[in-house]
């Protein structure tokens, strides 16, 4: 195990984990207020295109040491910049994004961020937004998803739907997911260097 994934593990605690999903609750509501769903026209496609990002975790010894004291607060997003165009969203959207993040391991201009010292913390997940429509029992509705998938496995779903209060909210695992867009993602994980290369399985506990 390379240092940058034993740090890792050392950071993705339970409480960690929970925390970040805590976060992404919270990013999925400052994205709603922003655009609410229910404000997008039915052509307007611009308002809902896939969006990358990065989650990132500083160095809880760091903070203890500045007197901080670790806790969601400490969880940073941020774009993810990567060559190449990220597909659009559509019908062959979770297809297109696998192949996408296939190219990526072999392109020589996709970052390495496996490291131990970036301001903004270490990068522990890779994060989507995505918007689509799925057919209701009332017609044509908007969906915004957020999923995300940390480098122990850990997933996070978070599915809004037009016209309904409640959110979704599911957490599992990728060794247990058959999603393309879960795959796209974790390979995503793997060719920035962050994850590992052989998916971990869920711990004894995780159920």
Known sequence: MTPFAAHVRALLTDETTADIGAVLIELEKTVQQA???EAIGPLNESDVLPRLMRICRPDPETHRFQGIQPGAELTAVGDLELPG???GSGISFPDDMLAYARS???NV???RLDSLDAVEGTTVGVLLIVGCRI???VGRNRQRALFAVLA???VFSIVRTQGQNALWKG???IATSRHDLLSALW???QAVRVFPTVTPLPPAHFW
Do not use: F, K, N, Y
């Open 35 to 37: 655009t609410p769903l």
């Open 85 to 87: 165009r990220i597909p």
């Open 104 to 106: 990526l391991a072999d």
């Open 109 to 111: 201009r996709t970052p």
């Open 135 to 137: 057919v209701g029992p």
């Open 152 to 154: 122990d496995g850990t």
């Open 171 to 173: 957490r599992h695992h």
């Open 187 to 189: 390979r995503i994980g």
